[in-house]
């Protein structure tokens, strides 16, 4: 099987190293990819919001599968052109991607699927957002309705500074989302899906905030962990038979099945779970530490889910222990990162490139995440040990990373 991977993060090196471990994959493009892509996978610049490059690229290469990492390609309906174009894709159609690309529109879906969720209003009149906002808080959780790569979320005890956020959108022509705050240790947990079969993958836990304590603004995340010790069994079945499914039927039900990987990014209070959000692709940088420990063949699940036959696969085979992620950042992120910084002592098995590209023969930063190193080991404290031991080893001038992932969970301090 030929597999081209659009996108350049390290969630798509995560995805090309797995599937290079899968005996049906033949050959591997990466489109546009990074530094460490490079090494693995043939390379192709390409737009990937076009959906005649994409289609003209899978076509040259000769695909047979297409799997669209990031969540921009999807929602403007590139899964779509490539599967007319008779080349089996994983990623959903545009009008599935709405789960992700708008708030509003997940907000009616769980309302009609019956899932839990937090009370959510929209604002698009900048005169109406302080009587909205007074019907919020004291913690004021603020969205952009639309993409925002992670950093569009403001969740704070300051009204002030809900205020200030909530305008800025506004004043950019982004209807604004406000929501009640879900209390409770957050649960990433991604689900292969075509139409209403389903397939979990392990659970996992991001850590958004930059700062370690969990402290400064919201990123795309800093770094990630798996499996939760501190997670029931039956809680995760609960959210596949409770939220999963009954979100998978309503999407059946209205036309828009979903066809990819169903991020469902949960809060367990004490009621049980609720959804913070959805998202249509494999969440970054959880999917690295959830794919360093998956031993069935990457390939042929993504295909499964691609062609509709899910219901036949194997249950899926894990490795044992934990595996652990952590992001090392460009000075400045998540502002305006700085670029041009030559990387150094990054060639480690387990460190994964996001935003590097080779200039002259050296790899230098081009993005604000950076590196996503991924450790693992027999338990989440080896795990933890072996990353930061692989970070010791890496320079980056101006860079930074938490020294926290997965601490709280180590530490005994994640209670539900
Ligand atoms: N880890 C957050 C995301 O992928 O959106």
Same mark, same amino acid.
């Given at each position: 099987m030929r597999v081209l991977v659009i996108g350049s993060g390290a969630r798509e090196h995560a995805l090309l190293l797995a599937l290079s471990r899968d005996p049906s994959v033949s050959a591997l493009m990466c489109a546009p990819g990074n530094a460490g892509t490079a090494e693995i996978a043939q390379q192709q610049a390409v737009d990937v919001a076009s959906k005649d490059a994409v289609v003209a690229l899978a076509q040259s290469f000769e695909a047979d599968l297409v799997v669209i990492g990031p969540e921009v390609p999807l929602v403007l309906g590139v899964a779509d052109a490539v599967r007319e174009a008779g080349i089996a894709c994983f990623g959903p159609s545009a009008a599935a991607a709405r789960i992700e690309g708008s708030k509003a529109f997940a907000k009616d879906v769980m309302a009609a699927a019956g899932v839990r969720t937090a009370h959510s209003e929209i604002v698009d009149n900048p005169g109406k957002l302080d009587e909205a906002l007074d019907r919020f808080g004291p913690h004021w959780v603020v969205k952009?309705? !639309?993409? =925002? =790569?992670? @950093?569009g979320v403001v969740v704070t005890e300051d009204r002030d500074a809900a205020r200030a956020h909530a305008a800025d959108l506004l004043e950019n022509g982004h209807p604004v989302l406000l929501e009640t705050y879900l209390d409770g240790p957050e649960v990433s947990l991604f689900v292969l899906v075509d139409g209403e079969n389903v397939v979990p993958l392990i659970p996992a836990q991001d850590h @958004?905030?930059? !700062?370690? !304590?969990?402290? !400064?603004p919201n990123t795309g995340g800093m770094g990630a962990y798996t499996p939760l010790p501190w997670l029931p069994e039956e809680t995760v079945t609960a959210i596949v038979e409770d939220v999963v499914k009954p979100v998978a039927a309503e999407m059946v039900k209205r036309g828009c099945p979903f066809s990819g990987l169903l991020y469902a990014g949960l809060a367990i209070g004490k009621a049980g779970p609720a959804v913070v959000e959805f998202n249509c692709r494999f969440g970054d940088p959880e999917t690295q530490a959830v794919l360093a420990l998956l031993e069935s063949p990457l390939g042929e699940l993504l295909n499964a889910a691609a062609t509709g036959t899910?219901?036949?696969? =194997?249950p899926l085979q894990w490795k044992n222990g934990s595996a652990v992620t952590v992001v090392v950042a460009a000075e400045n992120y998540p502002g305006t990162p700085r670029v041009g910084d030559v990387i150094s002592g =990054?060639?480690?098995?387990?460190v994964l490139h996001a935003g590097t590209k080779l200039v002259d023969g050296q790899v230098v930063s081009a993005g604000g995440r950076v590196l996503a190193v991924v450790g693992v080991g027999d338990d989440l404290t080896a795990a933890r040990d072996d990353a930061y031991a692989k970070i010791e080893q890496i320079k980056l001038p101006g860079g930074h990373h938490r020294t926290d992932i997965g601490l709280a969970a180590v530490e005994g301090r994640i209670s539900i």
């Open positions: 952009d309705d !639309g993409l =925002a =790569a992670g @950093k @958004k905030r930059v !700062g370690d !304590g969990d402290t !400064g899910l219901d036949q696969v =194997a =990054a060639d480690i098995e387990g």
